[in-house]
């Protein structure tokens, strides 16, 4: 994505420069913030293609800030947390967080994870292309505008959820498995992003089934993974 605009939102001032540099060398458009409070400043009067979002800040953390977003924008976000801290991943994820990186890391590494979740990101599709929709009960998703419907009210999906849905969507009824939901997603494997995906489908299932703990559309195949069953 060309020109994408970045908001850095970091405490250390270190950090934001050094990855405002490194971005901007990159091709992008950096915008930074210090805290919750200043990021919800340039929030509220910019539109920003992906959000890096450090959770140990002081005062209001990431987790709260990341949470309070997706309740009105789905833009992607990053999150930045220190090593180890599994606690911090999941409740980041379940928050609504695209991804994590944890500190320190590579300003490659960083690149990559920016990179991969912008490629989620649907592009507009020409309007003369005809929509492919998959029922699912009171839902329906058109595969080629990546949106969802429940009636007539549009579901809101972060980028990861939609390309989670357009990875089901190709493969209507076919188990699959979360290493290979892993590698479709762009990320780098192991056992914390397979957990990574559960935490997504979770979130995915409470927008989409009537009952998220009996998911009837969105199911757990035992030894095989997750599948799609449109009606």
């Not at 379940?94 to 592009?123: C, H, M, Q």
């Not at 849905?165 to 939901?181: C, N, Q």
Request: proline share 6%; net charge neutral; hydrophobic share 40%.
């Amino acid at each position: 994505m060309d020109d994408a605009h970045i908001l850095i939102v970091d405490d250390d001032e270190r950090i934001r420069g050094l990855l405002q540099k490194f971005l901007a060398r990159n091709g992008f458009l950096v915008s930074s913030a210090r805290d919750a409070a200043h990021a919800r400043r340039l929030l509220a009067g910019l539109e920003f293609d992906l959000i890096v979002l450090d959770v140990m800040m002081p005062g209001e953390d990431g987790v709260s800030l990341c949470r309070d977003l997706r309740t009105r924008i789905v833009t992607p976000i990053l999150l930045l947390t220190a090593k180890g801290e599994t606690g911090d991943r999941i409740a980041g994820l379940e928050a609504g967080a695209d991804d994590y990186l944890g500190k320190p890391f590579e300003p490659k590494e960083l690149l990559l994870r920016i990179n991969a979740i912008l490629r989620r990101v649907p592009a507009a599709e020409p309007a003369v292309v005809l929509p492919k929709v998959l029922q699912l009960g009171p839902c329906r998703y058109d595969i080629e505008r990546g949106e969802m419907w429940r009636g007539e009210d549009l579901v809101r999906l972060t980028a990861t959820e939609n390309q989670l849905m357009r990875i089901f969507s190709g493969r209507p009824g076919e188990p699959l498995s979360r290493t290979t939901l892993v590698e479709e997603l762009g990320r780098s494997g192991g056992q914390a992003q397979e957990r990574a995906v559960d935490v997504q489908i979770t979130r995915l299932r409470r927008k989409l089934e009537n009952d998220p703990k009996q998911p009837r559309y969105l199911q757990t195949v035992r030894g095989a993974g997750y599948m799609l069953a449109p009606d």
